[in-house]
């Protein structure tokens, strides 16, 4: 597998517990990382040690969405390329209902 090293933003245990399954389902040398909160993964981007090679970020997260998250991570030096996969777990009727 190309990526080895993956971060997963998540706020939701259960979807990040079924990452986890599904990634030892694919390989089991994959090293992860997982936050439940923007600011605590933005913490550990700034001061990286070794940065992810792909990045899985909830849409709906709390205080900052996918989309701010995102802009603030393309300023962050060394990470400006780095591939990040958006998803949602609500469905658009959700989204539009709460807009």
Do not use: C, W
Not at 23 to 32: G, R
Not at 44 to 61: E, G, N, S, V, W
Not at 81 to 88: A, E, M, Q, R
């Amino acid at each position: 597998m190309k990526y080895r090293d993956i971060l997963l933003v998540d706020v939701d245990d259960e979807d990040a517990e079924l990452f986890v399954i599904a990634l030892h389902a694919i390989d089991v040398k994959i090293q992860y990382s997982i936050r439940s909160n923007v600011f605590d993964a933005l913490k550990m981007l700034q001061a990286p040690k070794k940065t992810p090679d792909i990045i899985f970020l909830d849409y709906h997260m709390p205080y900052l969405d996918g989309s701010e998250f995102l802009k603030l991570l393309r300023k962050m030096e060394g990470l400006e390329k780095t591939p990040v996969v958006l998803y949602s777990g609500h469905s658009g009727g959700v989204i539009r209902d709460a807009a």
